[in-house]
């Protein structure tokens, strides 16, 4: 007799490609032995931020009997991502626009049951982060991917207006993109919310977009970023600090609602935010990761580092015959493999202790993704052999 529900098997099923190439792959054998060049998932590779240690010490100190207290999204928190986020996108936000969050996880979760129903649809492009497939199901959702538009991975406008259907509720826009570094312009942005309104009035029932943002201040060359919810006020934000201070561990972030949105739209959705945190299991960041809040979001791990790397790798990969896509944003670089099995080139880099994320992970088998948050000897020792790796024609 089964005993796992139907939902968690469907986001296990969906989920096992990743599993198994973290917990019972040969890289997970080998990830944590010494002089590994790991280049795959979002994790530091150096010591933490010390302005991090600093902000996070400071207010482990309690100063009034409430300060290990039950949190919601504090007050201030909110107050000050009012300010902080309004003058960042130029949109007028209300705290209460905001749900604090343990990361963006939590976010699109808290995002997932706050508008969708069991059976509703959600589109997304692919290759896309691998865990929106997972929650959807998880959620008992309908996850519905398009792929994007190759060689550079724009979105396909007219592959997602196909793809929506009456079911559809949702479409997730992750920009700056994981994995292929894209940011998507204003323009591109402007017309997807044109046909999601269409669409939605057609369907007599709103499509929300969900602008993942989590790379938001991770952009290479002074890049210009528009987010989603300038342009359609349907827009839910995600958001982490668990990248811009590569601190994955210390989960926080936070769910916005657009505040173009209508104002009883808006309002309905601002009071339901406390009822879908507390329904999911009360999931609102510790106490003093919001109290740290605002000290941490004056930080950033070292972006000249992250496109020195990316330089580098990218000068010495496409002569080699990689098809590398320069990333716009984020901390990933997407390549094509060059000439050969996917599968076998993984193995020979894995041979020299070089791990790389295959895409196969991502419905892309003929691509990969190297993470630059791998330190800077990391890539010294890793270039001979992406190199060598390259000239081998199984
Ligand atoms: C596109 C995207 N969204 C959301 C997340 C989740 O971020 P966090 O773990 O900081 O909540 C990630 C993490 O890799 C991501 O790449």
Known sequence: MPVVSGRVNAAAAAFAGVRDFYFSSRYAERRLAP???????????????????GALRDKLTPRDKNWFAYKTSEREAQEFLAEAVGRELELAF???????????????????????????????????????GPMLLGANCVPA?????????????????ARIGPKTRMVIVNTPHNPTGRIYDRDTL????????????????????????????????????????????????????GKVLLAPGQRLGYLALSPLMLKEERKALQEALFSAQMALGWCFPNAVMQYAMADLD????????????????????????????????????????????PQVLWNRLADRDVFVMPGSLMNAPEYFRM???????????????LIEAADIRP
């Open 35 to 53: 002089d590994v060049c790991d280049f795959t998932f979002g994790n530091p590779h150096e010591m933490p931020l010390e302005g991090m240690v």
């Open 94 to 132: 209300e705290p209460a626009d905001f749900a604090l969050t343990t990361g963006a996880f939590t976010a699109i979760l808290v995002a997932f049951h706050l508008v969708l129903d069991a059976g509703d649809e959600v589109i997304y492009s692919e290759p896309a982060w691998f865990c929106y």
């Open 298 to 341: 004056k930080l950033s791990i070292d972006q000249q580092a992250l496109g020195r790397r990316r330089d580098r790798l990218m000068a010495a990969l496409a002569p080699a015959g990689y098809g590398v896509l320069e990333p716009e944003g984020t901390f990933y670089l997407w390549s094509r493999w060059p000439e050969g099995n």
């Open 190 to 241: 402007r017309e997807l919310g044109e046909l999601l309104d269409h669409a939605s009035k057609r369907n007599g029932r709103r499509i929300f977009l969900l602008a993942d943002e989590p790379y938001r201040r991770l952009r290479f060359d002074g890049r210009p970023f528009v987010s989603p919810a300038a342009l359609y006020p349907w827009t839910l934000i995600s958001y982490s600090w």
């Open 371 to 385: 993470c630059l948050t791998a330190s800077d000897r990391m890539v010294d020792r890793a270039l001979p052999a």
């Open 145 to 161: 991917g398009v792929p994007l538009r190759r060689p550079n991975f724009d979105l396909d406008l007219a592959a997602i207006e």
